[in-house]
């Protein structure tokens, strides 16, 4: 009979434990029932043992099993932390997705300065490109000075001619010529013109071996271009000198029934003061006969 009801007391120790919240409260409950059985082998003492345990708090019966415990103490949050780790792994997770998409569609590239931060500005070289010098094409600059240029190209500036005279070397070389000023006044639609004129362009068979205009530069100067505009074709030698006659001169160049611009540059600058132009096949006049005609000559330096 003692041994049923101690099967009993099992079974009821077992219900203690359902009631209970937990498997601890088993195991406590268990040994509480092991308390009372030295205290008592009736069954109603052991049913008024069952309503006092029913009315007495878990807390105290754990207690005096010496078993109780409080779970954030042995577990640090507990179950509490779990939806916590739960939001904090859906966080997560959401953002691996969502760089997931972005390296799927093509997210756009952030420079620096989009995202606040600074970055060293590069370094540019410049390099200057060579420029040609003024005058170098053709085109004169007045009042320039002359200076080498890239590639030996120079600036040609404008002598001024401060005189003018008619040449005949039959003559004694320079001659007195009313028309002289009009080779260097600017004006194209005036003209120097020979002192006499011939029946043909070869001086009429005349032993004659020329005839031409002196200018005057005032001082030596080193002559590096000639530019003659002439109204007819005949033709001319160029001279840079220092007394009115082609000996001793030197020679910038010769042109053959050269007509319009005509263009005598010198190899190298010709020191002189004197530039004589020489023709030595007349040009015909407006009047039937044949003349030594210029309408502008432009000295360079």
Same mark, same amino acid.
């Given at each position: 009979?003692?041994?049923?009801?101690?099967?009993?007391?099992?079974?009821?120790?077992?219900?203690?434990? &359902?009631?209970?919240?937990?498997?601890?409260?088993?195991?406590?409950?268990?040994?509480?029932?092991?308390?009372?059985?030295?205290?008592?082998?009736? #069954?109603?003492? %052991?049913?008024?043992?069952?309503?006092?345990?029913?009315?007495?708090? =878990? &807390?105290?019966?754990?207690?005096?099993?010496?078993? %109780? %415990?409080?779970?954030?103490?042995?577990?640090?949050?507990?179950?509490?932390?779990?939806?916590?780790?739960?939001?904090?792994?859906?966080?997560?997770?959401?953002?691996?997705?969502?760089?997931?998409?972005?390296?799927?569609?093509?997210?756009?590239?952030?420079?620096? &300065?989009?995202?606040?931060?600074?970055?060293?500005?590069?370094?540019?070289?410049?390099?200057?490109?060579?420029?040609?010098?003024?005058?170098?094409?053709?085109?004169?600059?007045?009042?320039?000075?002359?200076?080498?240029?890239?590639?030996?190209?120079?600036?040609?500036?404008?002598?001024?001619?401060?005189?003018?005279?008619?040449?005949?070397?039959?003559?004694?070389?320079?001659?007195?010529?009313?028309?002289?000023?009009?080779?260097?006044?600017?004006?194209?639609?005036?003209?120097?013109?020979?002192?006499? #004129?011939?029946?043909?362009?070869?001086?009429?068979?005349?032993? =004659?071996?020329?005839?031409?205009?002196?200018?005057?530069?005032?001082?030596?100067?080193?002559?590096?271009?000639?530019?003659?505009?002439?109204?007819?074709?005949?033709?001319?030698?160029?001279?840079?000198?220092?007394?009115?006659?082609?000996?001793?001169?030197?020679? =910038?160049?010769?042109?053959?029934?050269?007509?319009?611009?005509?263009?005598?540059?010198?190899?190298?600058?010709?020191?002189?003061?004197?530039? =004589?132009?020489?023709?030595?096949?007349?040009?015909?006049?407006?009047?039937?006969?044949?003349?030594?005609?210029?309408?502008?000559?432009?000295?360079?330096?």
């Amino acid at each position: 009979m003692g041994s049923a009801s101690v099967g009993s007391a099992a079974v009821g120790g077992t219900a203690v434990g &359902s009631a209970a919240v937990g498997g601890t409260a088993v195991g406590s409950a268990a040994a509480s029932d092991t308390a009372y059985r030295g205290r008592s082998d009736g #069954w109603d003492d %052991y049913l008024d043992y069952l309503d006092e345990l029913e009315e007495t708090p =878990i &807390s105290e019966v754990l207690a005096d099993s010496g078993e %109780y %415990y409080s779970p954030s103490t042995q577990f640090g949050a507990g179950s509490a932390g779990r939806p916590e780790r739960k939001l904090a792994l859906l966080i997560v997770g959401g953002l691996v997705l969502l760089l997931a998409i972005l390296g799927y569609c093509g997210a756009p590239k952030l420079s620096p &300065s989009d995202l606040g931060l600074s970055q060293p500005a590069r370094s540019t070289l410049v390099t200057a490109k060579p420029t040609k010098a003024a005058g170098s094409s053709g085109a004169t600059t007045p009042g320039a000075t002359s200076s080498p240029a890239a590639g030996g190209e120079a600036t040609l500036t404008p002598v001024a001619v401060i005189g003018g005279a008619g040449f005949e070397p039959q003559n004694g070389g320079q001659v007195a010529n009313k028309t002289a000023a009009r080779a260097y006044d600017g004006d194209l639609t005036t003209m120097w013109q020979s002192n006499k #004129w011939y029946a043909t362009e070869k001086f009429g068979g005349l032993n =004659i071996p020329g005839t031409g205009l002196i200018l005057d530069l005032g001082q030596s100067t080193p002559v590096r271009q000639v530019t003659l505009t002439l109204p007819v074709p005949q033709d001319i030698t160029v001279y840079v000198a220092n007394a009115a006659t082609t000996e001793g001169a030197t020679a =910038i160049g010769s042109k053959v029934a050269a007509s319009g611009a005509v263009v005598f540059d010198a190899p190298t600058p010709l020191e002189g003061d004197l530039v =004589i132009v020489y023709v030595t096949k007349l040009g015909p006049d407006n009047a039937g006969h044949f003349r030594a005609l210029v309408s502008e000559v432009q000295v360079l330096r």
